[in-house]
């Protein structure tokens, strides 16, 4: 059971990136699952969400940038994220939560230049 995470990189600001992350083991479309990120120095902090049945939420800071959607056929969850910022810099990680187990993708580095 892992979540495989790719599509970092490094953006101009304004410009725009999309994540992906695989599942293998277990049925995105069945569960929760959540965008984090953690910027040098800070703590990680939470990003965007989709729940089973598609309903999503967004951080203030991102809200109206970033886009979560899945596709149910290839157990893939997106994060589209438009208009970056430098302060978008950051390590991005998908997590799920397993029936009190929680599991993360590795991390995939994004760094927005000025």
């Known amino acids: 059971v892992q979540l495989q995470a790719s599509g970092g990189g490094l953006v101009q600001a304004g410009g725009s990136l999309r994540f992906s992350c695989v599942a293998s083991?277990?049925?995105?479309?069945?569960?929760?699952i959540r965008w984090h990120c953690q910027a040098p120095g800070k703590q990680r902090e939470w990003v965007a969400a989709?729940?089973?049945?598609?309903?999503?939420n967004y951080a203030d800071s991102v809200k109206g940038r970033f886009l979560i959607s899945r596709d149910n056929a290839k157990n893939t969850v997106y994060l589209k994220m438009n208009s970056l910022k430098p302060e978008d810099t950051a390590v991005y990680y998908c997590?799920?939560?397993?029936?009190?187990?929680?599991?993360w993708g590795q991390g995939t580095q994004v760094t927005v230049s000025s």
């Open positions: 997590y799920t939560n397993l029936r009190g187990k929680e599991l």
């Open positions: 083991g277990i049925i995105l479309s069945a569960n929760s």
């Open positions: 989709m729940t089973s049945g598609g309903n999503t």
